[in-house]
């Protein structure tokens, strides 16, 4: 998850560069990007990531955690061969340095979970 947090840092970091006009700045580098932290994981970094930082290890009931193939699940939609999460278009677009992912999952599981 991406906290409301991070994603009001990084719109402020991103209008303060586009001051001068920042509807032109922002049709220029307008996109789609990805935003919970730099590095790059798979779904299933992400999860093992999620139950490793868990504050209540001693209640989950997930005992193992295995990974997985798009072509193992029979579902109608498209899925790309490599579908990993990262942040480095968004960085290297803005010219932005991030803290890492585990950084702000840590911080969002122990606010909510909390």
């Known amino acids: 998850p991406t906290s409301a ?3 009001a840092e990084i719109t402020a970091l991103v209008l ?3 001051r ?3 509807f032109g700045y922002l049709r ?3 996109g789609l990007y990805h935003c919970a932290g730099s590095g790059s994981c798979s779904r299933y970094e992400w999860a093992k990531a999620i139950l490793e930082l868990d504050p209540h290890k001693g209640e989950q009931v997930v005992k193992e955690l295995l990974p ?3 072509s193992d699940f029979a579902v ?3 899925r790309p061969m490599v579908s990993v999460l990262d942040c480095g278009s968004l960085e290297g677009k803005f010219n932005l340095h991030i803290s890492p992912y585990k950084f702000f999952l840590h911080w969002v599981m122990e ?3 909390a």
């Open 76 to 78: 109608p939609a498209n």
């Open 16 to 18: 303060a560069q586009g």
């Open 20 to 22: 001068d006009d920042v």
């Open 111 to 113: 606010e909510s979970l």
């Open 28 to 30: 220029e580098k307008g």
């Open 5 to 7: 947090r991070l994603l």
């Open 68 to 70: 997985a193939k798009s």
